[in-house]
């Protein structure tokens, strides 16, 4: 059983709200990332982490900004949120060498009204 | 950009036959391959990883890989109504990341 946990497990928000997207995990893990999917499309890396301090962006251009002040803990924060910002946001986490079992959390459904 | 194709389904098939799910990738230069399974409302858990041409079997299920062909996929065997779920071919994409397909939804009739 993964020890990643995500929350709020859903957020409904007006536009031009400052939101924060919280993830932790116990398993003591260095990399740790955050996806994007939209319902029938594939997850899309918006940023991911090698350990404390360290922050990358990925493959899919956000608005989004994310910090790694702790190991356990991922947030990523949305200035102003907007419609188009509308998603599932998923967590994950991986300890190994490669990318077997990144473990993922319960995931987020942010609606922005 | 790095892509990962998947025919998007839904794939029918009979509970107890065989399943066989399909996936291309465009970077030859990718050495690690899964096999995440998500069901509706769920986070993606994973099932599978290959990194050698070939077979890799787990239970039910059997990876295969063809590096030169660029593909891989996932055989699961006696299929169960409860393996119905939609099933995301992932690749590495270099430092540590992996670059998902769109998933093929897997329908098992009783």
């Known amino acids: 059983e993964a020890d990643i946990y995500q929350t709020p497990r859903y957020l409904v928000i007006g536009t031009g709200k400052k939101i924060t997207l919280e993830c932790s995990q116990t398993?003591?893990?260095?990399?740790m990332y955050w996806y994007q999917q939209d319902p029938g499309m594939e997850l899309h890396l918006i940023h991911y982490?090698?350990?404390?301090?360290?922050?990358e962006k990925g493959d899919l251009s956000s608005e989004s900004t994310v910090s790694r002040i702790r190991t356990e803990h991922f947030p990523l924060t949305l200035e102003s949120a907007r419609p188009s910002h509308t998603s599932q946001y998923l967590c994950?986490?991986?300890?190994?060498?490669?990318?077997?079992?990144?473990?993922f959390g319960s995931g987020t459904q942010l609606s922005v009204l | 950009q790095k892509e990962v194709e998947q025919n998007s389904g839904p794939l029918s098939v009979p509970e107890g036959a065989i399943a066989s799910l399909n996936c291309t990738y465009s970077?030859?230069?990718?050495?690690?391959f899964f096999w995440y399974r998500q069901y509706s409302g769920k986070s993606p858990e994973l099932i599978m990883f290959i990194y050698s041409n070939g077979d890799k079997e787990d239970g039910r299920f059997t990876a295969q890989l063809n590096k030169a062909s660029q593909y891989v996929s996932l055989l699961i065997r006696d299929s169960q109504p409860s393996d119905s779920a939609t099933y995301l071919c992932?690749?590495?994409?270099?430092?540590?990341?992996?670059?998902f397909g769109k998933g093929t939804m897997l329908l098992v009739s009783p």
């Open positions: 992932a690749v590495d994409s270099g430092y540590s990341t992996l670059t």
């Open positions: 398993m003591g893990h260095d990399k």
């Open positions: 994950a986490s991986n300890g190994g060498s490669k990318n077997e079992k990144l473990f």
């Open positions: 970077d030859r230069g990718s050495q690690s």
């Open positions: 982490s090698y350990g404390v301090n360290s922050t």
